[in-house]
């Protein structure tokens, strides 16, 4: 363990962990500008930064911007479908596919990098392990992934990282053996059975809890904003709120990004971004996938490891937050779930989620091989 800070060994300290953690929310409200050790620079309630790391087109066309600009984000919109095909130029995609080859016919390259290191096993929920179907509630596992992500958790250490609030995620995997990182990593735990030799098995990291009541706030209100828009869906994930809006019709998605927008007006602390079908709403402190993954490997005892290989699955922007820490860091490979291309910081693709399943039932097989020859 690096830093005692952030990390306890048991569940019932876990909870005075969250008052004592390194990165200290009440400081958010203060008027000195405290640096947490994850090098993640807190700001006083009037200082809050506009995160960069999700530079989306949306938010360069406008995301704060006035009248008109909400073009760009419906534009977006469009773009995000998964059902749209935004390329069908086949060049392109050889291109690309040349660019960040699949994880699967590159397995063995991949795992010849993980010999005598520690692989690290870091997933994405939607459309990564579950399909995107159009009711977020019903987002459920194959019950074959779940065997596969409880093999994987067996061999390696293994964190669900998703924008969904942490109890949501995991009543869709209902492994206990994993980390849970939800709400885009704001709201951080570890496994509650110990399952792993190395590292502490309870973490917890709240970055943004001050921001609970603003949130609640905020939901409900978006909430009887958006109730007369058919097929919008407001969904609250604690730390991040979602509007999804793949059952919208298309000629009110302008609409309804002209209401979110007027809601957000008088909340500048609150960012908003766009994921696959759905508007993001979170604190804008500079906290994402990326953080999360530090801190999970820093509590696992490899902040500065050379004999880690870290492992990120996952298809949407903010895992591109992920797959840039991996890139800076200089270690594992960054695996982006995709049929199309797309400018990604990945180093591989994966089509959908069965090339996911495969791929970790591949990783279980691989270890299982390791333990039989040595
Ligand atoms: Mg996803």
């Known amino acids: 363990m690096t830093n005692p800070n952030a990390v306890v060994s048991d569940t019932q300290s876990a909870i005075a962990m969250a008052i004592t953690t390194a990165v200290n929310t009440s400081s958010l409200y203060s008027t000195t500008v405290p640096t947490s050790p994850y090098n993640i620079t807190l700001f006083s309630r009037n200082k809050f930064p506009m995160t960069k790391s999700i530079e989306t087109a949306v938010t360069a066309a406008g995301a704060h911007g006035g009248m008109g600009k909400n073009i760009a984000w419906v534009e977006a919109m469009r773009a995000s479908s ?51 179907v159009e009711n977020p509630d019903q987002a459920y596992m194959d019950p074959e ?53 190395q590292g502490n098995q309870n973490v917890l990291c709240q970055p943004a809890k001050e921001f609970l009541p603003m949130m609640a706030e ?86 500065n490891s050379k004999d880690v290989l870290p492992i990120y699955i996952g298809d949407d922007r903010t895992d591109e937050d992920a797959f840039k820490v991996l890139r800076k860091r200089g270690q594992g490979f960054g695996i982006l779930v995709s049929k199309l291309p797309k400018e990604t910081d990945a180093f591989y693709s994966l089509q959908e989620p069965f090339e996911v399943m495969y791929f970790l039932q591949r990783l279980v097989a691989w270890k299982r091989s390791m333990l039989r020859n040595h």
């Not at 991949?110 to 870091?122: E, L």
């Open 145 to 197: 992934m779940r065997i596969a992500v409880k093999n994987v958790a067996k061999h390696f250490p293994t964190a669900i990282v998703s924008g969904r609030c942490r109890a949501k995620v995991y009543n869709f995997v209902r492994l206990s053996e994993l980390y849970y990182a939800g709400s885009h990593g704001m709201d951080i735990k570890g496994p509650s059975s110990r399952n792993h030799q």
């Open 218 to 303: 905020v939901y409900k209100i978006l909430l009887k904003k958006t109730k007369d828009i058919v097929g919008a869906n407001v969904e609250n994930n604690k730390f991040c709120l979602s509007v999804h809006y793949r059952c919208v019709e298309e000629q009110s998605w302008s609409d309804l990004y002209d209401r979110v927008k007027s809601v957000l007006k008088d909340y500048p602390e609150l960012k908003l971004t766009q994921g696959r079908m759905v508007f993001e709403i979170r604190p804008t402190i500079k906290w994402d996938k990326g953080n999360a993954i530090e801190f999970l490997l820093e509590s696992l005892g490899y902040a």
């Open 82 to 132: 998964p059902t749209r095909n935004s390329s069908n130029d086949s060049e392109d995609k050889k291109v690309w596919i040349t660019k960040h080859p699949s994880a699967l016919g590159m397995f063995d390259e991949i795992m010849s990098a993980a010999k005598m290191k520690q692989v690290v096993i870091f997933l994405d929920y939607d459309g990564t392990l579950s399909p995107i």
